[in-house]
């Protein structure tokens, strides 16, 4: 599926087994992936009417807005942290490429597996400890320390939710490694 801003001349990812519960849980993830992808389309331009919309509010209408900052932040980061899975499906995130021409396919395949192990790894503790934070200020009632104050359980929600997403990618990504032969990127 082309959203045209796929790189030129690289590999589209691999197609996992089209049957069997593990086929169905990445074609489940790939439409997570897409319907996370819109709404954080979305939450981009959203961030840029608000932040557009203080600037002609404060400097031409001197009207003053306190929330407007806060609600861009907000939802940047839930952009930025829900589309993680989807960048990581289409192999999207920074790797170490140059490698790739001096190895051959089976090792690039090992390299890879290594790669998204350690990645896996990386995710799911960050994943756990942004559920940890999410609950410590949902029962505490912590909210940020502007006059609008919102809750922070709103931006370390999204952060655990994007980074869940991202590790259950990834883990996905590993499996299908594991279990399809001659699978390279």
Same mark, same amino acid.
């Given at each position: 599926?082309?959203?045209?801003? =796929?790189? =030129?001349?690289r590999e589209a990812p691999p197609t996992p087994p089209v049957g069997g519960?593990?086929?169905?849980?990445?074609?489940?993830?790939?439409?997570?992936?897409?319907?996370?992808?819109?709404? &954080?389309?979305?939450?981009?331009?959203?961030?840029?009417?608000?932040? %557009?919309?203080?600037?002609?509010?404060?400097?031409f209408l001197k009207v003053p807005t306190d929330w407007q900052d806060e609600?861009?932040?907000?939802?940047?980061?839930?952009?930025? *942290?829900?589309?993680?899975?989807?960048?990581? &499906?289409?192999?999207?995130?920074?790797?170490?490429? @140059?490698? @790739?021409?001096?190895?051959?396919? @089976?090792?690039?395949?090992?390299?890879?597996?290594?790669?998204?192990?350690?990645?896996?790894? *990386?995710? @799911?503790?960050? &994943?756990?400890?942004?559920?940890?934070?999410?609950? =410590?200020?949902?029962? =505490?009632?912590?909210?940020?320390?502007?006059?609008?104050?919102?809750p922070l359980w709103i931006p370390y929600g999204l952060m655990a939710t994007?980074? %869940?997403?991202? &590790?259950?990618?990834?883990?996905?990504?590993?499996?299908?490694?594991? %279990?399809?032969?001659?699978?390279?990127?």
């Amino acid at each position: 599926m082309s959203h045209g801003f =796929e790189l =030129e001349g690289r590999e589209a990812p691999p197609t996992p087994p089209v049957g069997g519960p593990l086929g169905q849980l990445v074609r489940l993830q790939a439409r997570v992936n897409n319907g996370v992808l819109v709404l &954080s389309m979305l939450a981009l331009l959203a961030a840029c009417a608000i932040l %557009t919309g203080s600037v002609f509010l404060r400097y031409f209408l001197k009207v003053p807005t306190d929330w407007q900052d806060e609600m861009s932040v907000f939802l940047l980061v839930g952009a930025v *942290f829900m589309c993680g899975a989807y960048v990581q &499906s289409q192999r999207g995130h920074i790797g170490i490429e @140059a490698l @790739a021409g001096f190895f051959s396919p @089976a090792a690039n395949r090992l390299r890879l597996l290594f790669c998204d192990a350690a990645s896996f790894a *990386f995710c @799911a503790f960050f &994943s756990w400890k942004s559920w940890s934070m999410l609950h =410590e200020a949902f029962v =505490e009632g912590q909210t940020t320390s502007s006059s609008w104050a919102p809750p922070l359980w709103i931006p370390y929600g999204l952060m655990a939710t994007g980074m %869940t997403l991202l &590790s259950l990618q990834i883990l996905l990504q590993v499996i299908t490694a594991l %279990t399809t032969k001659g699978a390279s990127k």
